[in-house]
């Protein structure tokens, strides 16, 4: 059997691992569009804070995996089962894993390909800004306010940098964040020193650096880093048969329309385990399970993907972040615990978690992510859920409804 | 500092401010912590004379510098005021979290003073200190309490709290932390309870550092190999617990029966640790770094008695009992529960239902005084009932509710209370065993065995066996027990560390936790300072050598059945040299060279 | 053959003396909140659970760890971290349902057991024998699964 | 003579609660447990040394006193005595 994986992300590189586990008689072939071995791509405002160093940024490739970098797949040809590189390779298939991840959407705007205009997509952006922070530090404007931008906020702001937000919407994290968690987030990152422009946006950018906004205010910067969020890398599926909605449409074992044919990861859409519906939940974990999903069920081993959770963990600027589900909504039942530096909100339908923001310290991270997932009836401890340290051993014993 | 934190707080609840004050290293070696920095700072602030539950007093919550640490069994704070049932200078020892706790959150004691306008509790998370409305709260029994506290602040936070026998001011109310563990005596719990304090939360992330970690490893490996290898650390406390003593007293002759009328108990067999470990045990437990366990996880199925909880331990179980003519261990251990739930002092209220019942056998009182109930030595429902009612507060619990003294005094028979100084003694007749009658007579809290437990060598034989029916030498053992029990209270190691352990050894590990060379010496002198501190206090507070005295019915009357039939404690043999060889004149007052040389 | 860390709740007396062992051992310190091992205690019913790393075969945090930080460590039976290649993104936090990683937000680190390197201290210093570190085998396997069965036990028969 | 032996905590597991037993006059204490030893060897391991002596902490009781006080191991029964067997306890 020939496996061939499109990417070596998350989702790629557990597949190919998961393959090599499964079925060993197979080929497995990964190709890789960068130039570099593989990497974890959320550890990028990581390297640039220099909370890591680059030796350790490599993944290793499983072993007995055919691994070729450089080659960016331009065309899938599902009749003849071939996949065709810009390096003019043609390689066959039995069984194909697209999981080409996302792409960070870079807004077509006067100067926007100015050099000191950056997005964070891939090695090579980090050590282009690592160059221009060496020269000057200076002042960054960030546009967006998601998890990617802030984190390299963060970094920048580590580094030395001023710091200048720019973001569309009323809040930082729009698609995160309510209002109230929000304020206390902007008023923490206030106190550091940061500004934030909301309501705003960038419009235009001069040679010299000078940041237009939608206002008309101008900034100077000696860095723009656009972090307005990530668009599925499709774009060489067009006119392949398989079919794209916001990202890659497949079923629960991670199928594309095409027999024979999967996706998984930041390119693909699933099902939103609390909402019910299909949406690109671009995440780390959720990549890496889809990847195993696929390669099971390419290997003929039947596996199904429940869903995926959106969640995110993040601390910037010395604040810890972590949400999930609909934590953002304000029914049907909401709880909420705040005071100086911290925010806590559950979000209940009829005693079972439909989401949560903690903003502040919190622990067993993971517990109430699972509890979340399996969506248990938490009617009887919700209050001791809020205040973000319940211990496994107490859930255990209330979960026996004890 | 190691071992200690070196900082503490002082909140004044009448105007709700709070404090953070520093420890200075001179001080903290002078008293150590717990039992003796808090009497120290009773002797400085507060005026002996005062009324224990007014504004005035204060209370302390003292740790030591070995708590925290993994030193065994190294878990104990003291609460430390002027005690209400007897006036005297209290300090009531408790394990369990709570000390830890404490330190972990920053601190190494809390002063409280004033009085709250309304029921507030307090809420400690490392610097956060917050005086809380507890309005809500207020008359919830212990148990209740300790579950809506943590609910409202932290699951794993400890919480010491009074129940609602503190509220009432009972004059031996507990302060009860982690549920089952007693801050026991001479009834803090009220004093607590007349500042209009419900509660005190903890829950720290901080630590509690030592110079070493490795020195300090192997100073605590040692240390629990020598307690390991002794009775304590074997399996009769932790298959048995406390009550394994009941038998050994029995067959002595020490037991205290039916108020002291005698000295043995036929039937002592069935309120033993061997039937508790076979009937009601569920499991042991310990304190916090505890490696002795004797704490006891037990279960009552009987349908009139029935509950769960902890408990009971020895004394519990002799006040509840023998001391009431009582083997229903069902009761006995309904009693306790009784008591832990509403933070009632055990062994004070168990001698004064057994007083209760002497008078009542004898004509004193009827069931017009009763509220219709007969108390006869031996009703074990009429027991339980006197527990309730006064818990509840109802009808003639009000009258036990001030102890046997009050109680029997109001009837015109004081000497029908078994206490020194007011205070209830506890399972050890002294006329069985000479030398803790001089320990119960001098007790700076009046009768009590956990400030000079001579019982071990008198009884148990550790660490040497002690005839116990000899005065000579018992002057000189009272002094040593006694200091070197002050020492170690102050320092936060549990008492029964001493079966196992000797000065040299305490010595050793608090050095190791606070890279200070303590020796032997300093640590015995640290434990003579303390005591004679204590005894300044009670001086000042108008007790004199008059208070150093048994009840005469254990100089009087001796014991009528049993192995010690006959016999009668001789304090007059022993009680002169006691003074002499404390440094004290014939009126029992400490002299100048003493004090000089104490650094007092 | 491999060792595997046992825990007895049944014969827990709730002392903590494990989690006091833990933290002086890995930081010097008496800091029982950044314990490795937890000890959860219900007063009413007179029980004690102590909770660690279970060191899972397939474990959820080493599947989403992005550096490889956190790994299979198949000489010693465990899930390791190492700290050089940690960035402290917490992915594995959160993978835990047992909550039993846990980030320290000031010293940026994982606190996870290790197993103090093949003798761990909780062992040494429990003095109830209610922690064993033991030889891997079916039976000890089906005792841990035990555990579970006993716990539920212990609270269906309060009350 | 008639003697009473009791026996308390962890001994209990190894002779029961009490016993009656009937023995020759002029006999001591530990000629008595020697022949107890004899019958009950763990007892015999719990209370001895390999080498015969008493191990520390047992108190043996005849009629509520320790035999430290007496004459020890050579301390004489009379008819109705009652021992009693304790282990190393402690507590309070």
């Known amino acids: 059997m020939k496996h061939v994986i499109i990417g070596a992300g998350p989702a790629g590189l557990n597949a190919a691992a998961t393959l090599r586990q499964v079925d060993s008689g197979g080929v497995v072939t990964l190709l890789s569009g960068e130039a570099t071995p593989p990497y974890a791509k959320m550890v990028l405002p990581y390297l640039l804070a220099g909370l890591m160093e680059e030796k350790n940024l490599y993944l290793p490739v499983p072993e007995g995996v055919n691994f070729r970098i450089g080659s960016k797949v331009t065309r899938i040809n599902i009749k003849r089962q071939t996949i065709e590189t810009d390096k003019g390779e043609t390689v066959e298939y039995d069984k194909l894993l697209i999981a080409t991840g996302g792409v960070p959407e870079r807004p077509d705007i006067p100067g926007s390909d100015y050099p000191f205009v950056l997005t964070i997509r891939d090695l090579p952006d980090v050590q282009r800004i690592q160059k221009l922070v060496k020269r000057k530090k200076g002042h960054a404007v960030i546009a967006g306010a998601g998890p990617v931008s802030m984190e390299t906020g963060d970094a920048l702001h580590r580094l030395g940098m001023k710091i200048t937000l720019v973001v569309t919407s009323n809040r930082l994290f729009s698609t995160m964040l309510d209002i109230e968690a929000a304020a206390v987030v902007e008023d923490h990152l206030r106190r550091q020193g940061v500004d934030i422009l909301k309501g705003e946006d960038i419009v235009r950018i001069g040679s010299r650096g000078k940041v237009t906004l939608k206002s008309g205010a101008a900034l100077n910067s000696n860095l723009v880093i656009f972090g307005k969020g990530v668009n599925p890398c499709v774009a060489f599926l067009a006119d392949s048969g398989i079919a794209i909605r916001r990202g890659i449409a497949v079923n629960d074992r991670m199928e594309t329309n095409i027999s024979g044919i999967f996706a998984a990861g930041d390119a693909v859409e699933t099902k939103d385990l609390i909402v019910g519906d299909q949406r690109v939940n671009a995440l780390w974990p959720a990549a890496v399970e889809q990847g195993r999903i696929a390669a099971l069920n390419m290997a003929g081993i039947e596996a199904y993907y429940e869903g995926s959770l959106s969640r995110n963990i993040l601390r910037v600027f010395g604040l810890s972040i972590f949400v999930a589900g609909q934590g953002r909504a304000d029914g049907p039942e909401v709880k909420v615990s705040s005071g100086s530096g911290f925010y806590h909100k559950m979000v209940l339908d009829r005693g079972v978690l439909n989401g949560f923001i903690f903003i502040g310290e919190v622990r067993h991270e993971g517990l109430y992510r699972d509890i979340l997932q399996r969506q248990t009836d938490v009617g009887s401890f919700a209050d001791s859920l809020l205040k973000g340290t319940f211990a496994y051993p107490r859930f255990q014993r209330r979960a026996m409804r004890i | 500092m190691y071992g200690w934190i070196g900082r503490y707080l002082r909140i004044d609840l009448g105007s709700g401010t709070v404090r953070k004050e520093v420890i200075t290293p001179d001080l903290a070696r002078k008293y150590l912590g717990g039992r003796g920095l808090g009497t120290h700072f009773m002797m400085t602030e507060v005026d002996p004379k005062v009324d224990p539950l007014s504004p005035q007093n204060k209370l302390i919550f003292a740790a030591g510098p070995l708590c925290g640490t993994n030193a065994p069994s190294a878990s104990h704070y003291d609460v430390i005021s002027k005690g209400p049932l007897n006036g005297t200078i209290a300090a009531s020892s408790s394990g369990g979290l709570f000390g830890p706790m404490l330190k972990y959150a920053g601190y190494d004691m809390i002063i409280l003073e004033g009085k709250s306008a309304k029921p507030v509790y307090l809420w400690i998370c490392d610097d956060v200190v917050e005086i809380r409305d507890a309005a809500e709260i207020w008359g919830k029994t212990v148990p209740e309490t300790t579950e809506a506290i943590r609910s409202a602040t932290d699951e794993e936070a400890s919480v010491a709290c009074i129940g609602p026998a503190g509220e009432r001011l009972v004059l031996f109310a507990n302060v009860m932390n982690e549920c089952g563990r007693a801050a026991g005596r001479s009834g803090v719990g009220a004093v607590m309870g007349s500042k209009n304090l419900k509660a005190i939360a903890v829950r720290g992330t901080g630590a509690v550092r030592v110079p070493d970690p490795k020195a300090f490893r192997e100073a605590v490996v040692k240390a629990s190999a020598k307690i390991k290898a002794n009775s304590v650390g074997g399996k009769g406390l932790k298959n048995y617990g406390t009550d394994v003593l009941v038998n050994i007293l029995n067959e002595l002759g020490g037991l205290p029966t039916r108020n002291f009328l005698d000295g043995y108990f036929p039937t002592a067999d069935k309120v033993g640790g061997e039937s508790l470990a076979k009937q009601l045990l569920i499991r042991p437990r310990g304190c916090y770094a505890c490696i002795i366990s004797c704490g006891r996880a037990t279960k009552v199925t009987n349908p009139k008695f029935a509950g769960q909880g902890e408990g009971p331990e020895y004394e519990t179980a002799w006040a509840f009992g023998p001391d009431c003519g009582i083997d229903d261990l069902d009761a006995v251990t309904k009693a306790n529960y009784i008591c832990n739930d509403y933070g009632m002092d055990t062994i004070t209220m168990g001698s004064s239902v057994a007083c209760a019942m002497n008078l009542f056998e004898n004509g004193v009182i009827t069931t017009k005084d009763t509220d219709g109930i007969a108390l006869n030595f031996g009703d074990a429902e009429a027991m339980v009932e006197l527990v309730r009612k006064t818990a509840e507060g109802e009808g003639f619990g009000k009258k036990l509710a001030l102890g046997s003294y009050r109680m029997a005094e109001s009837y015109g028979h004081p000497e029908y209370s078994m206490t020194c100084k007011k205070q209830e003694m506890p399972a050890y007749d002294p006329r069985a065993i000479q030398g803790i009658g001089l320990n119960f007579a001098t007790g700076n809290r009046g009768g009590c065995h956990v400030r000079g437990y001579t019982i071990s060598p008198e009884v148990l034989g550790q660490p040497v066996k002690l005839d116990p029916r000899v005065t000579e030498g018992k002057p000189a053992l009272d002094i040593t027990f006694q200091d070197l029990t002050a020492a170690l209270d102050s320092s936060g190691m549990c008492l029964f560390t001493t079966f196992g352990l000797g000065a040299e050894d305490l010595a050793e590990l608090l050095s190791a936790a606070t890279g200070l060379n303590i020796t032997t010496e300093e640590f015995m002198k640290i434990g003579a300072r303390i005591w004679n501190l204590e005894r300044l206090f009670n001086l000042k507070a108008g007790l004199s050598a008059l208070d150093d005295k048994l009840p005469e019915r254990l100089t009087k009357e001796p014991i009528l059945t049993g192995p010690s039939k006959g016999l009668v404690n001789r304090i007059d043999e022993m009680l002169p040299e006691y003074y002499k060889l404390r440094g004290w004149d014939s009126a029992g007052i400490p002299t100048k060279n003493t004090l000089a040389d104490l650094g007092l | ?159 | 003579m008639k003697i009473t032996v009791r026996a308390f905590a962890d001994y209990r597991e190894f002779i029961g609660k009490e016993m009656e037993l009937i023995v020759p006059e002029e006999k001591t204490i530990g000629e008595l447990l020697a022949e107890l030893g004899d019958r009950y060897p763990k007892l015999r391991s719990e209370m001895f040394t390999p080498t015969g002596e008493l191990k520390d902490f047992i108190n043996i009781f005849i009629n509520g006193r320790n035999i430290a006080f007496l004459k020890d191991m050579a301390t004489p029964l009379t008819d109705g005595d009652i021992i009693a067997l304790f282990p190393p306890v402690a507590g309070g």
């Not at chain 3, 075969?57 to 465990?78: F, I, K, S, Y």
């Not at chain 3, 290649?85 to 993978?95: F, P, Q, S, V």
Request: hydrophobic share 35%.
């Open chain 3, 1 to 159: 053959m491999s060792k595997m860390l046992m825990i007895y709740p049944d014969r827990c007396t709730g002392c903590q003396n494990c989690t006091l062992a833990c933290s002086v051992f890995h930081d010097g310190e008496f800091r029982p909140h950044t314990s490795r091992i937890q000890v959860t205690t219900w007063e009413s019913e007179g029980f004690s659970m102590p909770t660690t790393c279970q060191q899972c075969e397939d474990a959820p945090c080493v599947a989403v760890c992005p550096t490889g930080a956190m790994h299979d460590d198949l000489t010693m039976n465990r899930v390791a971290w190492d700290e050089v290649k940690c960035i402290g993104c917490r992915m594995c936090t959160l993978a835990c349902p047992f909550g039993a990683v846990v980030f320290e937000t000031g010293r940026r680190r994982i606190i996870k057991c290790d197993l103090c390197d093949g003798k761990p201290e909780c062992v040494t210093f429990c003095p109830a024998k209610a922690l064993d570190y033991v030889e891997e085998t079916d039976s000890a396997r089906d005792r841990k699964k035990a555990v579970a069965v006993e716990f539920k036990k212990t609270f269906e028969e309060v009350k």
